[in-house]
């Protein structure tokens, strides 16, 4: 059973950094794509970062040039470095690992940025 576990979020002052990191464990080779996402309360889950085994990235628009998606292929690991926090990111964060014929989701943690 493949099970992508997050940590390292928690409550941050604005401006400020948190990096998260999601492993995906029983998993046999390497993950496709994978994924952060995040959802704010009352709206819908959205795209923050994405990126492939070749290291090909995708962001949301809303957090280019400040957060960074990076992998470590040999451990099903991704990371997000969070920098410049604005409570506007404020949100459960949630990881995704894409095998291509079915994904998993991590039960995500809580990134909470006050003003």
């Known amino acids: 059973q493949v099970q992508p576990v997050e940590s390292g979020g928690g409550l941050v002052q604005a401006g400020g950094s948190l990096r998260l990191s999601c492993a995906a464990s029983?998993?046999?080779?390497?993950?496709?794509?994978m994924g952060w996402y995040r959802q704010a309360p009352g709206k819908a889950r959205e795209l923050v970062a994405a990126?492939?085994?070749?290291?090909?990235?995708n962001y949301a628009d809303s957090v280019k040039g400040r957060f960074t998606i990076s992998r470590d292929n040999g451990k099903n690991t991704v990371y997000l470095q969070m920098n410049s926090l604005k409570p506007e990111d404020t949100a459960v964060y949630y990881c995704?690992?894409?095998?291509?014929?079915?994904?998993?989701w991590g039960k995500g943690t809580l990134v909470t940025v006050s003003s």
């Open positions: 029983g998993v046999i080779g390497t993950v496709n794509t």
């Open positions: 995704n690992a894409d095998l291509g014929w079915t994904d998993y």
């Open positions: 990126v492939t085994n070749g290291g090909r990235t």
